[in-house]
């Protein structure tokens, strides 16, 4: 299913050792979730490996709690020769009235890597 978002890429519930010590979810474990996401977009754009090389425009809007189920979407926002750059947002499930809440975003930048880890034209 896809919307202006993009596509749902992950859908994930954390657990409670990615608690911090304010009862929020670290966001490192989130920044983690959204590069996944973004290198399985980049990776079908470019139809072979990739590596993260920015992190762009990223925002924390509200925090993540124990219990949300966080949906992960993904899209393909620009295109350079060697680099794609995604945009990534995140939404949590939440509560027994399954409210949305738009949680975080950002635009992760991706290059195409060859057989030597080196940058290559995108196909």
Do not use: C
């Not at 490192?28 to 090389?53: F, P």
């Not at 027994?96 to 991706?110: C, K, N, R």
């Amino acid at each position: 299913m896809t919307d202006e978002r993009g596509e749902v890429i992950l859908r994930v519930m954390p657990r409670p050792a990615d608690i911090n010590s304010n009862g929020h979810i670290f966001g490192g474990w989130v920044l983690s979730q959204m590069d996944i996401a973004g290198g399985i977009v980049a990776n079908r754009i470019a139809q072979g490996a990739v590596a993260t090389v920015a992190i762009e425009g990223m925002k924390f809007i509200t925090p993540i709690l124990l219990g949300d189920l966080v949906s992960v979407y993904a899209r393909e926002e620009r295109r350079g020769r060697t680099s794609i750059a995604v945009k990534v947002d995140v939404v949590a499930t939440r509560g027994p009235a399954q409210d949305q809440i738009e949680l975080t975003s950002g635009v992760y930048t991706f290059v195409a890597l060859d057989a030597d880890h080196r940058p290559r034209p995108l196909p």
